[in-house]
């Protein structure tokens, strides 16, 4: 798909990784909807529209289905019709099972999983309409290979993971692609806060020991937004930490 003055809806881009991917589109010249739950920043705005594009903010709660559809006809209403939705936002709430309750567990597949769904599940009417429309959903390694103490995490990203290859069958006859990204270590704030005895013993689980950047993320995403021919896959930015085969 040809990037260039077309729109994408990225969900959690007020920092971070949905961040990074905002900018590597509008290095590539696409209108970008940034969405978080609460207002975003006139800076983060100003960061966008300095690539020479079309920037705007759409607040709301994904896990919410009126509250999504709410969100993809304001987007289309201030900026015209979407092109590109990447399924970003996603929370933790890491606890070992035992200690797990049922709320700790639904709270997470709400935001998650079904956030994910409500999203697609409108927007992927209009692409349908207009036979164009690429998907990105943000998966996890965790999904693949599991992690002590984030069932309920791990749970929801293999859900994406799942959701990811029925909707590329589903959608791909009317030329419309969905795949995932699975992130391993990324160097986010979160990382930074370890000790170097965890970020250690992190490393060398990963063959490439280092771990990966946000940059490295939105490059896959902006590869698959662009390339027609790829659906229904999973791609691990994961240093080979995790390899299927």
Do not use: W
Not at 42 to 53: F, W, Y
Not at 136 to 142: F, G, R, T, Y
Not at 151 to 159: E, H, L, M, Q, V
Not at 160 to 175: D, H, L, Q, S, Y
């Amino acid at each position: 798909m040809e990037l260039q003055g077309k729109n994408a809806f990225i969900t959690g881009s007020t920092r971070g990784i949905g961040l990074e991917i905002a900018k590597a589109f509008a290095k590539q010249g696409m209108n970008i909807v940034l969405n978080g739950r609460g207002e975003v920043s006139e800076e983060i705005i100003a960061e966008i529209t300095a690539h020479g594009v079309n920037c705007v903010a759409v607040s709301g709660d994904i896990s919410d289905f009126e509250s999504a559809g709410r969100m993809i006809n304001e987007a289309e209403e201030k900026l015209g019709k979407l092109a590109v939705l990447v399924n970003n936002a996603g929370i933790t709430n890491d606890k070992l099972m035992l200690r797990m309750s049922s709320e700790d567990f639904e709270q997470v597949i709400k935001v998650n999983l079904t956030g994910t769904f409500n999203m697609t599940q409108h927007v992927l009417k209009k692409f349908m309409k207009q036979r164009e429309g690429a998907i990105i959903n943000l998966s996890s390694v965790s999904g693949l290979m599991g992690n002590v103490g984030q069932a309920n995490y791990a749970a929801s990203k293999a859900g994406v993971i799942g959701f990811t290859k029925t909707v590329a069958r589903e959608a791909a006859p009317r030329g419309i692609t969905c795949n995932a990204i699975a992130p391993g270590f990324i160097k986010t704030d979160m990382t930074d806060v370890l000790s170097d005895k965890v970020k250690e013993q992190m490393l060398q689980t990963i063959p490439l020991q280092a771990f990966g950047s946000v940059e490295a993320v939105a490059d896959t995403a902006v590869f698959l937004a662009k390339n027609s021919y790829i659906t229904g896959q999973v791609i691990n930015v994961d240093g080979g930490l995790v390899m299927n085969g």
